[in-house]
């Protein structure tokens, strides 16, 4: 089976899900985020953006999503900014049966990540909300190319789950 791709902004449930997905289809998960920090030399992500910048970090992110592209069986997270990248895009397409992006409204993005702000270097910015609202514009053509989207706003973890496992079902993916 291809690859199952979960894409969307931070702080819409793309780790949480792609772990669930692949414990409940028995397929490797793999997160680009965690592959980039390895190839980086264990640096957590904002640590890489805070003493490369973030064209050197979406360079080792293009790199990641190279190599995975030819994993069958798993479960694939990307960074939030991945897909913005048409190559990236290009290769997830292909290696993938379906590209599936969480999305959630700013003010939740906010909540869910108000305790991450020096996790999250993107958000590091006096106004959160702005900033968020800022990178989902300038996104949102990026995001619109995914197969499936679905708002995670209202949805607990387990809903998500519920509604992309149906989504795989009607389309002959994975099992059930």
Same mark, same amino acid.
């Given at each position: 089976m291809k690859s199952i791709v979960i894409t969307g902004f931070m702080g819409t449930g793309k780790t949480t +899900?792609?772990?669930? *997905? !692949?414990?409940?289809?028995?397929?490797?998960?793999?997160?680009?985020?965690? *592959?980039?920090? %390895? %190839? +980086?030399g264990n640096k957590k992500v904002n640590k890489i953006f805070a003493e490369?910048?973030? @064209?050197?970090?979406? %360079? *080792?992110?293009?790199?990641?999503?190279?190599?995975? @592209? @030819?994993? %069958?069986?798993s479960v694939i997270a990307t960074g939030g900014g991945a897909i913005v990248d048409k190559e990236n895009l290009a290769v997830l397409k292909k290696c993938s049966s379906i590209i599936i992006?969480?999305? !959630?409204?700013?003010?939740?993005?906010?909540?869910?990540?108000?305790n991450e702000k020096g996790v999250r270097p993107l958000l590091n910015s006096d106004n959160p909300l702005i900033k968020i609202e800022e990178l989902l514009k300038k996104r949102v053509d990026a995001y619109s190319k995914a197969d499936i989207i679905i708002d995670t706003s209202d949805l607990t973890p387990d809903e998500v789950i519920i509604k992309i496992k149906n989504i795989l079902k009607e389309r002959g993916i994975g099992k059930d």
């Amino acid at each position: 089976m291809k690859s199952i791709v979960i894409t969307g902004f931070m702080g819409t449930g793309k780790t949480t +899900a792609g772990k669930r *997905l !692949s414990e409940e289809y028995n397929l490797e998960f793999i997160d680009t985020d965690e *592959l980039i920090e %390895k %190839k +980086a030399g264990n640096k957590k992500v904002n640590k890489i953006f805070a003493e490369f910048g973030e @064209a050197h970090f979406r %360079k *080792l992110e293009k790199d990641v999503i190279r190599e995975i @592209a @030819a994993k %069958k069986d798993s479960v694939i997270a990307t960074g939030g900014g991945a897909i913005v990248d048409k190559e990236n895009l290009a290769v997830l397409k292909k290696c993938s049966s379906i590209i599936i992006c969480l999305t !959630s409204r700013p003010d939740v993005i906010v909540l869910r990540t108000r305790n991450e702000k020096g996790v999250r270097p993107l958000l590091n910015s006096d106004n959160p909300l702005i900033k968020i609202e800022e990178l989902l514009k300038k996104r949102v053509d990026a995001y619109s190319k995914a197969d499936i989207i679905i708002d995670t706003s209202d949805l607990t973890p387990d809903e998500v789950i519920i509604k992309i496992k149906n989504i795989l079902k009607e389309r002959g993916i994975g099992k059930d």
